[in-house]
């Protein structure tokens, strides 16, 4: 069975400050992974995906991610963090079986930012 | 832009009663998702619909069904709420891709007393 590991519950980083948000995954094939990100009150957006091909991917507002399959990690990361960057963050494997019958999340990393 | 529109933002019922979940999306996407959120749990799939008329169990669907009857409509039943049942319900749709996203709804914020 796929699942998906973000280690930290709780992340607090200085405005301006680099960011990185681990996530580890088990999964039997080639994976499809994705970083989402929820705001207070709100549903969840799509930040990034990795489906194939270069194994850094570039998303919106300025952050990107690695695949390294040798240590199944997918970690978020960004250069520098703003106050509007306060919020929850989930990563998720895709596909089970043989269709896409829903994601596997973890269970998130609370990012706080101080100013 | 996709979107995926859940009818109520908050609601509150009174255990025992019936409660339907609405969800609308408008981009003639196949899959239709139910998860529900919990601090400290992440998100959990309760159940999904790959075609009209189709469901399929996720991992935590005891307590509740699913019906769709329209492509565009998805929704979530609680028989009997409970107060364990109280949580935040979020739909999603994506095409019956494997390299595909899900896209999601805001949210539906339940609370059974």
């Known amino acids: 069975a796929q699942s998906v590991t973000q280690p930290d519950i709780h992340i607090t980083v200085s405005e301006g400050a680099s960011l990185e948000l681990r996530c580890n995954y088990s999964?039997?094939?080639?994976?499809?992974l994705f970083w989402y990100v929820q705001s207070p009150g709100q549903g969840l957006q799509l930040l990034l995906k990795y489906f194939s091909g270069d194994t850094l991917v570039q998303g919106i507002k300025g952050f990107e991610a690695e695949f390294k399959r040798s240590q199944s990690s997918f970690n978020l990361r960004k250069p520098s963090v703003h106050w509007s960057d306060a919020a929850e963050y989930f990563c998720a494997v895709g596909a089970r079986g043989g269709g896409a019958d829903g994601l596997t999340f973890g269970k998130g990393t609370h990012l706080i930012i101080q100013p | 832009d996709v979107k995926v529109t859940q009818s109520s933002r908050y609601l509150v019922k009174r255990t025992g009663e019936k409660v339907f979940l609405e969800c609308v999306q408008d981009?003639?996407?196949?899959?239709m998702f139910w998860y529900r959120q919990d601090p400290g749990l992440g998100l959990r799939l309760i159940y999904f619909?790959?075609?009209?008329?189709?469901?399929e169990k996720g991992d935590i669907p005891e307590g509740y069904s699913v019906s769709r009857e329209k492509k565009e409509r998805f929704s979530l039943i609680l028989e009997s709420a409970s107060t364990n049942q109280t949580s935040m319900y979020l739909c999603?749709?994506?095409?019956?891709?494997?390299?595909?996203?899900?896209?999601f709804g805001q949210g539906t914020r339940l609370t059974v007393v």
């Open positions: 999603a749709s994506s095409l019956p891709l494997m390299n595909t996203e899900a896209f």
């Open positions: 999964y039997g094939a080639t994976p499809y």
């Open positions: 619909s790959y075609d009209v008329k189709m469901k």
């Open positions: 981009m003639d996407h196949e899959n």
